[in-house]
């Protein structure tokens, strides 16, 4: 499975943008697919992942509201819907996606394939 990650850019506070993840290759057997964010001088963290099967979402309690993920099967999209950003936003966001990984899970280990990064500046 490869991952491309797309959509970052620079935005003013209390702006909005999305995220895209296509991903090709095996992406009938995928089951899980996950944002997560690595800000400056931060550890990886997790944001929202989505059951690639079911379309059901599962956010960080810290974007909870602010952000939502979705995904489109036909297209082999996975979409992270950034709005009310805030310059703690700023990170470099990741997709991430497994066969066999829980839906739910927020473990960066579990996802075996990594898309390259997509760039977020948030402006104050």
């Known amino acids: 499975v490869q991952l491309q990650a797309s959509g970052g850019g620079l935005v003013q506070a209390g702006g909005s943008l999305r995220l895209s993840c296509a991903a090709s290759?095996?992406?009938?057997?995928?089951?899980?697919v996950a944002w997560f964010r690595r800000a400056p001088g931060k550890e990886r963290e997790f944001v929202a992942s989505?059951?690639?099967?079911?379309?059901?979402?599962y956010y960080a309690d810290t974007v909870q509201g602010r952000f939502t993920i979705s995904r489109d099967n036909a297209k082999n999209m996975v979409y992270l819907q950034i709005n009310s950003l805030i310059p703690e936003d700023t990170a470099v966001y990741y997709c991430?996606?497994?066969?066999?990984?829980?839906?739910?899970?927020?473990?960066?280990?579990?996802?075996?394939?990594w898309g390259q990064g997509t760039l977020v500046t948030v402006s104050s």
């Open positions: 991430a996606a497994d066969l066999a990984s829980y839906w739910r899970s927020t473990d960066p280990t579990k996802y075996r394939y």
């Open positions: 989505v059951s690639w099967r079911w379309g059901s979402p």
């Open positions: 290759g095996r992406t009938v057997s995928l089951s899980a």
